[in-house]
T-cell receptor, first 110, second 113 residues
Framework: GQNIDQPTEMTATEGAIVQINCTYQTSGFNGLFWYQQHAGEAPTFLSYNVLDGLEEKGRFSSFLSRSKGYSYLLLKELQMKDSASYLCAVTDNYGQNFVFGPGTRLSVLP | DTAVSQTPKYLVTQMGNDKSIKCEQNLGHDTMYWYKQDSKKFLKIMFSYNNKELIINETVPNRFSPKSPDKAHLNLHINSLELGDSAVYFC????????????FGPGTRLTVL
């Protein structure tokens, strides 16, 4: 089976930096995704990590450590529109299974 | 053009009824999925289809059945609806099964009374 853990809620200030952590336990790890979901909307893709290290994409970066079963999403220069849920998702069983974590609801305050 | 579309957006029905939700993608993707997101916002995969063959079938009740008339469509049929089926159902598609980013439809909010 799979076990994915994320903090339930986080709060940060506009312009700041926030790091959202994700830990997982899977068999046959095949990649980790981060998705953003605004209230009442569909999830949208943010990043994909399959090798260890940092992937940077504009204000968002995602890090992966396969040996530790750990990832984080780093959001810089926070904007009000970044208030959303951030979902960590893992493919395991060598790509045959796709599991979302419980999500972290981020609130950005002025 | 909408990449992944679902109809209806809202569905309100009585317990015991049978209903369907339609999904279409115009991205030329090989794999389509159905997810259920409950009131606690937990997003759980229900089914995925790759080239019209079921490749993941999570432990969902057999009242739920996916039907794929062609690669661009994956419809969800639900028989004998129960109160616990109330949720938002998302359709998604990707180029490869579980290996590439998924594009989600706007969701269908199902309410069973």
């Amino acid at each position: 089976g799979q076990n994915i853990d994320q903090p339930t809620e986080m709060t940060a200030t506009e312009g700041a930096i926030v790091q959202i952590n994700c830990t997982y336990q899977t068999s046959g790890f095949n990649g980790l995704f981060w998705y953003q979901q605004h209230a009442g909307e569909a999830p949208t893709f943010l990043s994909y990590n399959v090798l260890d290290g940092l992937e940077e994409k504009g204000r968002f970066s995602s890090f992966l450590s396969r040996s530790k079963g750990y990832s984080y999403l780093l959001l810089k220069e926070l904007q009000m529109k970044d208030s959303a849920s951030y979902l960590c998702a893992v493919t395991d069983n060598y790509g045959q299974n796709f599991v979302f974590g419980p999500g972290t609801r981020l609130s950005v305050l002025p | 053009d909408t990449a992944v579309s679902q109809t209806p957006k809202y569905l309100v029905t009585q317990m015991g009824n049978d209903k369907s939700i339609k999904c279409e993608q115009n991205l030329g993707h090989d794999t389509m999925y159905w997810y259920k997101q409950d009131s606690k916002k937990f997003l759980k995969i229900m089914f995925s289809y790759n080239n019209k063959e079921l490749i993941i079938n999570e432990t969902v009740p057999n009242r739920f059945s996916p039907k794929s008339p062609d690669k661009a469509h994956l419809n969800l049929h639900i028989n004998s609806l129960e109160l616990g089926d109330s949720a938002v159902y998302f359709c998604a598609s990707s180029q490869d099964p579980a290996l590439s980013m998924q594009y989600f439809g706007p969701g269908t909010r199902l309410t069973v009374l």
